[in-house]
Nanobody, 128 residues
Framework: QVQVEESGGGLVQAGGSLRLSCTSS????????MGWFRQVPGKEREGVSCISRTGDGKVYIKDSLKGRFTTSRDDAKKMVYLQMDNLKPDDTAMYYC????????????????????WGQGTQVTVSS
């Protein structure tokens, strides 16, 4: 059974930073694109970022988050990261990591149905 696990969430003041980490047991992690999503109660899960396999170069960040959020990966450690800077109260959400079946992020990268394996999420709370 494939495992995906997020960590690094917590409580932070507005303007602060957090780095979320995600590890996966996928044997071919290096060949998978990886996404980050977030969700608040009562709203749909929204795409935050997608990073393609190393060497592909295709990375997507939600337009409204560009300049504050970045994503990266370390295939040797089977890890993907979400660096979040200048956090705002509106960034408060449960953040999820997910693996795609494709090596390259597609134009549908922000659709949850694109992804195959999901973690349980890590809570990020930004206080004003």
């Amino acid at each position: 059974q494939v495992q995906v696990e997020e960590s690094g969430g917590g409580l932070v003041q507005a303007g602060g930073s957090l780095r979320l980490s995600c590890t996966s047991s996928l044997s071919n992690f290096y060949a998978r694109s990886m996404g980050w999503f977030r969700q608040v109660p009562g709203k749909e899960r929204e795409g935050v970022s997608c990073i393609s396999r190393t060497g592909d170069g295709k990375v997507y960040i939600k337009d409204s988050l560009k300049g504050r959020f970045t994503t990266s990966r370390d295939d040797a450690k089977k890890m993907v990261y979400l660096q979040m800077d200048n956090l705002k109260p509106d960034d408060t959400a449960m953040y999820y990591c997910a693996s795609d079946i494709w090596p390259r992020c597609t134009d549908h990268w922000d659709e949850p149905s694109t992804y195959q394996h999901w973690g349980q999420g890590t809570q990020v709370t930004v206080s004003s």
